[in-house]
């Protein structure tokens, strides 16, 4: 699966958790870079949620692709 089938298939807005799986690291270091500023997040009313466009950022993978 390419990069930008990856993308089109995450949610518009990931759980914690999903950003934990997604990266290979625990949900505190997720929490962790969203209170640092590295990542962002908003909040919803079912937790904090990461925009996919935001994650792709972070990640350095923001070529152009959509949100």
Do not use: C, N, Y
């Not at 089109?8 to 990266?23: G, I, M, N, S, W």
């Not at 929490?31 to 590295?38: H, K, L, P, T």
């Not at 935001?54 to 152009?64: E, P």
């Amino acid at each position: 699966m390419t990069l930008t089938e990856q993308f089109q298939t995450l949610p518009k807005l990931l759980k914690v958790r999903e950003v934990a799986d997604f990266t290979g690291t625990h949900e505190r270091t997720v929490r962790r870079w969203i209170r640092d500023g590295r990542l962002g997040a908003v909040e919803h009313p079912s937790g904090l949620r990461v925009p996919r466009r935001s994650l792709w950022r972070f990640l350095g993978l923001d070529f152009g692709l959509s949100a």
